[in-house]
């Protein structure tokens, strides 16, 4: 999931000035579709480990993401705030907190978030938001385990093929209408249908049927939901859990202004979510919405579990101004923050009110693979010069500068730590495989002569004094932050070293993910946080049709 402005989770980002399409540099992206397509269908879990692999080599091998560091998550809350918890997928609940004699907790968790209906979000700072004002059949508790949510729990059949989910009685949306499995079906259909336009639409891609006849049903009385998958899935309670894979309330959907045009044709599917007052189904609903600002949400009288929830409001300050957030929480206007100033960070480690914790993810940067910056040259000059600029950067110093709270230097998208889907770690537990170097697929201390030598093999004259002949200039775009602002000028020291010039460039934060998206860009910007402990989840997102597919790899 996209990394909002953690202030620790600094994504190293350029773009090239020149943007356009070239197909001849492009990498030929059918054989990693199939791969994919084979692991999500296979049964055997030792080769599908493999098989991961394999995509993992493929798509290192493209040099179009360029690794950083892998995150580990930061924030600051007062001594009054109890009972709130989080994931290690960056998601935090409030649900059972309590802020010590008041009934308010004022908080920060990132500024203008970019979508919050559930099945058009791909932000954290969304996700957060999601998790507070709607809910699935499944949910994380205190201790980071899945727990049951709007389902009491579930019978699997012998073949893993079939989850029939029970829903819990007196299901309610906070105005009042019944919430039933009849709910789910339409919601899961929603998200996977082409006017949707979900991003995270591929996540449905084990259920039979996907993506037009998905095999899901509820029972006529609405107190059960059936679920078949084309193939067995270890996570799939996880999914469930999931944000794009949660309810929403049909006739809000459907009657919001805009939704359709006047031929009845779906034009925005996100329409009923633009404005605070929506129909809403978790411990809290959102009752005010100043834009770019701050957000309230009030407690849902209706929330199946109301009478455990004892805040009677969020308070959210809307801010990527780390040094704003932080004077506010310094002056006690806020109770929590998710950002704090780079300047700030080694004076506050080991108080207190400053929290390191683990995440599942990685800081990264991104190139459209079909950028006019690489035209002329072929698929294998093109990944050169990306790898090129990938060993410039000094990934230890970044850590030790900026980041400050002991992150590991990356050596691959798919992060350290993360399970293979059989009982081990993916990057540990491989007697059969190793990679190119004992860092990984490069060595993590930065090399202008390797640099140097890939810029050469992407066909570039290189004078005597490892500088560039005919320079190129760069442009740094990242979203508002003094943090990034740091990472970019390290990066304009690292490449100056060949002689590419790098020029920085601020968007804010909703502005940026959609440029992003649409593939506006030559080079950006990116992190990426597991929505669950499997290394398909960052494998699968870079498919051709996948909506999170920014590198637009076969397009």
Not at 200 to 218: E, K, N, Q
Not at 414 to 429: C, E, N, R, T
């Amino acid at each position: 999931m996209f990394k909002k402005l953690f202030t620790l989770a600094l994504v190293a980002v350029m773009a090239f000035s020149a943007v356009g399409a070239v197909a001849s540099s492009a990498p030929d992206w059918a054989e990693y579709d199939a791969l994919i397509a084979e692991i999500k269908s296979t049964t055997d879990f030792v080769n599908r480990e493999a098989l991961m692999h394999q995509a993992e080599d493929i798509l290192m091998g493209t040099g179009a993401l360029l690794p950083i560091y892998y995150y580990n998550d930061i924030f600051m809350a007062k001594p009054t705030l109890q009972g709130y918890y989080f994931n290690a997928f960056g998601t935090k609940f409030f649900d059972k907190a309590t802020n010590g004699d008041s009934t308010t907790l004022k908080l920060q968790v990132a500024s203008e978030p970019d979508k919050l209906d559930p099945a058009l979000n791909s932000s954290v700072d969304g996700a957060i938001l999601a998790a507070a004002s709607f809910g699935g059949l499944y949910t994380y508790n205190e201790q980071g385990e899945l727990a049951p949510n709007f389902a009491t729990g579930y019978e699997m059949s012998e073949d893993g093929l079939t989850y029939v989910f029970t829903m819990r009685d007196g299901l309610k949306w906070s105005n009042g209408d019944p919430l039933t499995a009849k709910d789910f079906e339409y919601s899961w259909k929603r998200a996977v249908a082409a006017e949707t336009a979900a991003d995270y639409s591929y996540m449905f891609g084990s259920i039979a049927g996907f993506p037009d006849a998905l095999d899901v049903t509820a029972s006529e009385d609405g107190k059960t939901f059936t679920v078949k998958l084309s193939a067995p899935v270890a996570y799939f309670l996880d999914l469930a859990a999931f944000p794009t894979f949660f309810a929403v309330h049909q006739a809000t959907v459907e009657n919001a202004k805009g939704y359709k045009d006047d031929a009845g044709k779906v034009v925005s599917p996100g329409a009923w979510a633009l404005e605070a007052g929506f129909v809403s189904s978790g411990a809290f609903m959102l009752q005010d919405w100043k834009h770019q600002e701050s957000m309230v949400y009030v407690k849902n009288p209706n929330y199946w579990d109301a009478e455990n929830v004892k805040l009677e409001r969020l308070e959210f300050m809307l801010s990527a101004d780390d040094v704003a957030v932080y004077t506010a929480y310094q002056a006690g206007d806020l109770d929590f923050i998710d950002t704090v100033p780079p300047d700030q960070i080694k004076g506050l480690l080991n108080t207190p009110e400053f929290f390191v914790v683990g995440q599942l993810g990685t800081y990264y940067g991104i190139f459209n693979v079909n950028s006019k910056v690489f035209e002329g040259m072929t698929v294998e000059q093109a990944a050169a010069l990306r790898k090129a600029v990938s060993r410039l950067i000094d990934r230890q110093y970044i850590v030790d500068s900026v980041a400050q709270t002991g992150q590991q230097p990356a050596n691959s998208f798919i992060p350290a730590g993360m399970l293979d889907g059989h009982g081990g770690v993916f990057k540990q537990s491989d007697a059969d495989f190793t990679y190119p170097t004992e860092d990984g697929y490069y060595p993590i201390a930065p090399s202008v002569e390797d640099a140097v030598a890939l810029l050469k093999e992407a066909g570039l004259e290189v004078g005597d004094d490892n500088m560039l002949k005919t320079p190129i200039t760069l442009t740094y775009i990242y979203n508002t932050s003094a943090a990034h602002a740091a990472i970019g000028e390290l990066l304009q020291q690292d490449l100056a070293q060949v002689g590419i010039e790098v020029k920085l460039e601020s968007l804010e934060w909703n502005v940026f993910l959609n440029e992003r998206k649409a593939g506006n860009f030559d080079f950006a910007r990116n992190g990426w946080i597991a929505d669950f402990n499997d290394p398909i989840n960052m494998l699968e997102m870079w498919t051709t049709d996948s909506g999170n597919n920014d590198a637009q790899f076969g397009r």
